[in-house]
């Protein structure tokens, strides 16, 4: 039986900043239908790595392949036309903008690859997938209102739907519970597992409630590489991550 190709691969990929490297030769694979959490404390390699598999960075080493394709010369914007889409830890919208256009930007974009399709665009397929992403994340009935009038958890929100607008195959969400309410939390969880039906979903995350509910593996960083990787179970009775990360003592020594 022939192996399946994971969606996403990276091969002792890494990044050095001068004389710091953040990241070295982390070896990621993610299948199709995943949720994958990944974690570690600040400063352990999450924000770099997601950036190196988005194309917002170059790597010093390695390489990057999304659906068996070699990605690691092409950008953001080409590997956003292959299905990476990237949501920001800091919100990122148009604040001036309503809703409505925010998502339509995002729509516009993953069909006008060429100048030419400009000719083809037809208005309302284009209106149908805004409708279609507010929807999802429950924006539609705000979707007239300036963005930056948003309370901040539905700025979020605004995002991922930008984000859905791209259809993407792969959704890197960063720390998407930040800055939100519990119930607001709640409502994003259930949107993760709706997203997760259709897309492949990598998720960097502090609040270890959320990777344990929503993630199927789970991805542990520390120091620029991988100490620990697998089942939400698996991870929660690793040694090292109970100390360094859930909180939980170490067993004292016999």
């Avoid at 030419?116 to 279609?132: N, P």
Wanted: proline share 5%; net charge positive.
């Amino acid at each position: 039986m022939a192996a399946v190709t994971p969606l996403l691969e990276t091969r002792a990929i890494g990044k050095r900043f001068g004389g710091l490297e953040a990241v070295s030769g982390v070896d990621l694979r993610l299948d199709r239908g995943e949720v994958r959490a990944l974690i570690g404390p600040n400063g352990a390699g999450k924000t770099t790595l997601v950036s190196l598999i988005s194309g917002r960075l170059s790597p010093t080493t390695g390489r990057v392949f999304f659906g068996g394709r070699d990605v690691t010369g092409l950008g953001a914007p080409d590997r956003v036309r292959l299905g990476i889409v990237y949501t920001f830890q800091i919100t990122s919208i148009y604040r001036k903008l309503t809703v409505r256009d925010n998502v339509m930007l995002a729509a516009q974009r993953r069909r006008l690859q060429r100048f030419t399709d400009w000719l083809g665009l037809d208005a309302r397929t284009l209106a149908r997938d805004v409708e279609t992403a507010l929807g999802k994340v429950g924006l539609f009935a705000v979707a007239g209102e300036p963005a930056g009038s948003l309370a901040y958890g539905h700025q979020r929100l605004l995002e991922i739907a930008m984000a859905l607008a791209l259809r993407p195959s792969l959704l890197v969400l960063d720390e998407p519970t930040q800055g939100l309410a519990a119930a607001e939390i709640d409502g994003l969880c259930r949107l993760v597992r709706e997203i997760a039906a259709e897309s492949t979903v990598l998720l960097i995350e502090h609040n270890m409630a959320v990777v344990l509910e929503l993630a199927s593996r789970i991805t542990v960083m520390d120091r620029g590489r991988v100490i620990a990787e697998g089942t939400p179970r698996e991870i929660e009775s690793h040694p090292e991550v109970q100390r360094a990360y859930l909180g939980q003592p170490a067993t004292p020594a016999p």
